[in-house]
């Protein structure tokens, strides 16, 4: 059995939010039954959209690997973790209002000035991040992680240092800082690959990433791609023996996934 864990944001989507040239990639896969799970900094709300636009009906992980949350019985019977709408939820980051106030203190400590997610309005972040209106509400309904921009670039490392001295972590993905719990897209996906192993036996693990937080989990698959980005050479070198697409964003999933053997 293939399972394809993929980042969504410069990888299956495009700059413009567009997966139109993965299609044919897409619909390969779902004729051959082969699960594809988001695992992505996205909130479920943003991914719930996508889900139903692709007809997705597989497990999904937010937030940089804050929680994955798997549809009902998709495992066969619950497994003792927590209901969050319908969903059984495996969680592994903080508190969302936690990592506000670490991030605040953070921020205070290092004389860094920040922006974060919960200091913009839906306006201002559809602005900053190129999104339509609807979409930057989706983005703001966080539960498990914090983007944010760095306003004093020259504080960068004395905020980063502060955050960790806040028993907090931190990542970057293609536009935001990150600061989270003790979560990374890795621990996520390896608690789902158990499962799945537990579930079919032999499971062949296939990501595919295009940022630094993509790192994590492309280093827990057997064969880990990595789309074409301005962070593609530092990720080859983090993530030995990964493969290196000729394309950036939907393209460069488009070839990853049709060289496989399906």
């Known amino acids: 059995m293939i399972v394809i864990f993929t980042d ?27 699960p594809v799970v988001f695992c992505t900094s996205k909130t479920r709300s943003e991914i719930e959209v996508l889900r139903r636009q692709l007809g ?16 009902p019985r998709y495992f066969g019977s ?13 969680e ?13 203190k953070a921020s ?38 914090e983007p944010f921009d760095v306003l004093d670039t020259g504080r960068t490392g004395a905020l980063l240092r502060a955050i960790e001295r806040q028993g907090k972590h931190w990542t970057r993905g293609g536009e935001f800082y990150h600061i989270l719990g003790r979560n990374d897209k890795g621990r996520a996906a390896s608690a789902l690959l158990d499962l799945y192993r537990k579930q079919h036996g032999e499971v062949t693990a296939v990501g595919i990433g295009d940022g630094p937080n993509d ?3 492309l280093g827990v698959m057997d064969l880990p791609w990595i789309v074409r980005s301005r962070f593609a050479l ?12 000729s394309a950036s964003g939907p393209d460069g999933w488009n070839e990853a996934v ?5």
């Open 108 to 145: 205070i400590e290092s004389s860094c000035a920040v922006r974060g997610f919960h200091q913009m309005g839906a306006f201002d972040l559809a602005v900053r991040a190129r999104l339509e209106p609807q979409a930057a509400l989706l983005a703001l309904r966080r539960e498990y992680d």
């Open 78 to 90: 619950p497994g003792g973790n927590r209901v969050v709408d319908g969903y059984e939820a495996i």
């Open 234 to 245: 530092q990720l080859v070198r983090q993530v030995p023996g990964a493969r290196l697409a």
């Open 258 to 262: 049709n060289s496989l053997p399906l």
């Open 215 to 217: 790192a994590a989990f």
């Open 56 to 71: 997705n009906e597989h497990p999904f992980i937010v937030e940089n690997g804050g929680a994955v949350f798997i549809p």
């Open 8 to 34: 969504l944001d410069g990888t299956l989507l495009d700059a413009g939010g567009s997966y139109e040239p993965a299609l044919p990639a897409l619909e390969r896969v779902r004729s051959r039954h082969v």
């Open 92 to 104: 592994f980051g903080d508190r969302y209002a936690d990592l506000v106030h670490a991030l605040n």
